[in-house]
Nanobody, 128 residues
Framework: QVQLVESGGGLVQPGDSLRLSCAASGFNFGHYAIAWFRQAPGKEREGIGCISARDGRTNYADSVWGRFTISRDNAKNAAYLQMNNLKPEDTAVYYC?????????????????????WGRGTQVTVAS
């Protein structure tokens, strides 16, 4: 039973930092890339970045480039999203996801169609 569980969301002020965690179980975590998505009210789900299974390759959407960093610890079956200099437009539910294919390598920012395992999401609200 594949499971992904996000944690770490909350209410923060503009300019603050927040670190989200994604705990994985039920599959061979170290063989799969991991991606982070977000969805704000009234908007489509947006792929914000990903990290490859083993070699550390990352890709980010332009909207978060330079502010967000994705990492992983395969020994702990966990992935992370470090968010710095948060802005009100970052307010959304944040999801981690695993791709359908182990060979998906994070050569570009993630697209939803390539993923079939999702967490339930964690709310991030950035407001003054």
């Amino acid at each position: 039973q594949v499971q992904l569980v996000e944690s770490g969301g909350g209410l923060v002020q503009p300019g603050d930092s927040l670190r989200l965690s994604c705990a994985a179980s039920g599959f061979n975590f170290g063989h799969y890339a991991i991606a982070w998505f977000r969805q704000a009210p009234g908007k489509e789900r947006e792929g914000i970045g990903c990290i490859s299974a083993r070699d550390g390759r990352t890709n980010y959407a332009d909207s978060v480039w330079g502010r967000f960093t994705i990492s992983r610890d395969n020994a702990k079956n966990a992935a992370y999203l470090q968010m710095n200099n948060l802005k009100p437009e970052d307010t959304a539910v944040y999801y981690c996801a695993a791709p359908i294919l182990a060979g998906w390598g994070c050569y570009a920012p993630p697209r939803s169609r390539d993923f079939n395992s999702w967490g339930r999401g964690t709310q991030v609200t950035v407001a003054s």
